[in-house]
């Protein structure tokens, strides 16, 4: 579970991030994969894997600590890597990078 402390940033009070704080992420990725005119199949894949994290019965939390995040549609081992990443530690590398490409955007 993800855990932040108000004002500080240290982890200790238990904030766990909702379906679509995670969904709009990975949109938010294929709309900059779009921007970088990336292959039109990656930013399908990332928009995929939001819309079936939208429409998830469960939290995506939960299917982490099963190990069972596969089981959605559109996700394969690199984007389990990702969701695992963003899950655990609130943030994603990948996606700060991308953001950081486009500093005008948002």
Same mark, same amino acid.
């Given at each position: 579970?993800?855990?932040?402390?108000?004002?500080?940033? @240290?982890?200790?009070? *238990?904030?766990?991030?909702?379906?679509? %704080?995670?969904?709009?992420?990975?949109?938010?990725?294929?709309? @900059?994969?779009?921007?970088?005119?990336?292959?039109?199949?990656? *930013?399908?894949?990332?928009?995929?894997?939001?819309?079936?994290?939208?429409?998830?019965?469960?939290?995506?939390?939960? @299917?982490?600590?099963?190990?069972?995040?596969?089981?959605?549609?559109?996700?394969?081992?690199?984007?389990?890597?990702?969701?695992?990443?963003?899950?655990?530690?609130?943030? *994603?590398?990948?996606?700060?990078? @991308?953001?950081? %490409?486009?500093?005008?955007?948002?």
């Amino acid at each position: 579970m993800m855990a932040t402390r108000i004002g500080t940033g @240290l982890k200790s009070r *238990l904030a766990p991030m909702k379906n679509s %704080e995670i969904a709009r992420v990975f949109q938010d990725i294929a709309d @900059l994969l779009e921007l970088k005119k990336e292959n039109v199949f990656k *930013l399908r894949a990332y928009q995929k894997v939001a819309r079936s994290i939208e429409q998830l019965p469960v939290e995506v939390e939960q @299917l982490v600590a099963e190990d069972r995040l596969k089981e959605i549609p559109g996700v394969g081992e690199a984007i389990t890597k990702k969701i695992t990443e963003l899950v655990t530690t609130g943030k *994603l590398d990948f996606y700060e990078r @991308l953001k950081a %490409e486009f500093p005008g955007r948002g």
